[in-house]
């Protein structure tokens, strides 16, 4: 069964500081994975999204995540945050067919500081 | 156009009531879902169709009822809910690659 563990549930940062969010997947083929952001009472917006090839993707908003294999993670990550970052953030895992599950994180939620 | 349109934004219901959630979208994605998504708490999966067929049903109670009329269409019947099922749901559609979310429905059953 795939699986997805985020395990930050709250995470203050400092506008202007760097940011890091940790992903953990369990998948029995090369999945598909993706980061989601949810501002409040709103949908899932796709920050960014990993095939195959490069492991750096770059997303929306300056955002970019590398994936490792042997680690079994896919890290989102941010140079400087602006107090609109702040939200809850989703890592999900995916089978590649577009029938297939596509399973969620528990998230995690980002405070800014100004 | 990458959008999924969710109507009615908003919906309160009685324990008695029948209602329907729809889901719209116009991108040829052959996958769509149906997620429940309670406060503070990640999207769970309760349906996916795929090609117009019910391919997944996660031990859903019966008083949800999906429907995939066509293509470009998924509905989400609803009967005899709980106040527990109060909740944002939400649809996606997907091709072969990244899901994309509507804005979702707030259901507040009372």
């Known amino acids: 069964a795939q699986s997805v563990t985020q395990p930050d549930i709250h995470i203050t940062v400092s506008e202007g500081a760097s940011l890091e969010l940790r992903c953990n997947y369990s998948?029995?083929?090369?999945?598909?994975l993706f980061w989601y952001v949810q501002s409040p009472g709103q949908g899932l917006q796709l920050l960014l999204k990993?095939?195959?090839?490069?492991?750096l993707v770059q997303g929306i908003k300056g955002f970019e995540a590398e994936f490792k294999r042997s680690q079994s993670s896919f890290n989102l990550r941010k140079p400087s945050v602006h107090w609109s970052d702040a939200a809850e953030y989703f890592c999900?895992?995916?089978?590649?067919?577009?029938?297939?599950?596509?399973?969620f994180g528990g998230g995690t939620r980002v405070l800014v500081k100004p | 156009d990458t959008e999924v349109t969710q109507t009615p934004k908003h919906l309160v219901m009685g324990m008695t009531n029948k209602k329907s959630l729809k889901c719209e979208q116009h991108?040829?994605?052959?996958?769509m879902y149906w997620y429940k998504q309670k406060a503070k708490k990640p999207p769970e999966l309760m349906f996916v169709y795929s090609y117009e067929k019910l391919s997944i049903n996660e031990s859903v109670p019966s008083r949800f009822s999906p429907e995939c009329p066509n293509s470009s269409l998924l509905n989400l019947h609803l009967h005899a809910l709980q106040p527990e099922d109060s909740a944002l749901y939400l649809c996606?559609?997907?091709?072969?690659?990244?899901?994309?979310f509507g804005q979702g429905t707030r259901l507040t059953v009372v």
């Open positions: 999900a895992v995916a089978g590649r067919a577009a029938g297939n599950k596509l399973t």
């Open positions: 991108m040829g994605h052959r996958a």
């Open positions: 996606a559609s997907r091709r072969d690659t990244e899901a994309f």
């Open positions: 990993y095939f195959s090839g490069d492991t």
């Open positions: 998948y029995g083929a090369t999945p598909y």
